[in-house]
């Protein structure tokens, strides 16, 4: 089977899109512990830290070609929070792993 970079590039948008999620989600959670807000910011902490680590287990899966259903979870989780201007990363990784579901085992 011919193997492109189309994984591999999937991968790789996953990874920072994910590394966003991550970022945005200690910024909130530290601003919420500065703050009187701290169970407040929590709530919108989580759910970034959340999407953010799935998108980056799905892009080390991605960039391995393996467990393709997990690789299109990743960049989903990269996608979903759709008011942040990097979502477009997760947009391409999800028409990248689409693209090459055949090279994964």
Do not use: D, Q
């Not at 948008?13 to 601003?31: D, K, N, P, S």
């Not at 919420?32 to 919108?44: A, P, R, V």
């Amino acid at each position: 089977m011919e193997r492109t970079c189309k994984p591999t590039t999937a991968g790789i948008l996953m990874i920072i899109g994910g590394a966003f999620h991550v970022i945005v989600g200690i910024i909130i959670a530290a601003i919420g512990g500065l703050t009187f807000l701290f169970g407040f910011t929590t709530i919108f902490a989580a759910p970034f830290l959340i999407l953010g680590i799935v998108a980056i287990v799905g892009g080390l899966y991605a960039l391995r070609r393996e467990a393709w259903g997990l690789a299109l979870a990743g960049a989903i989780c990269a996608f979903i929070p759709l008011i942040l201007p990097w979502n477009v990363l997760g947009l391409l990784a999800i028409i990248f792993v689409s693209l090459g579901k055949r090279e994964f085992k």
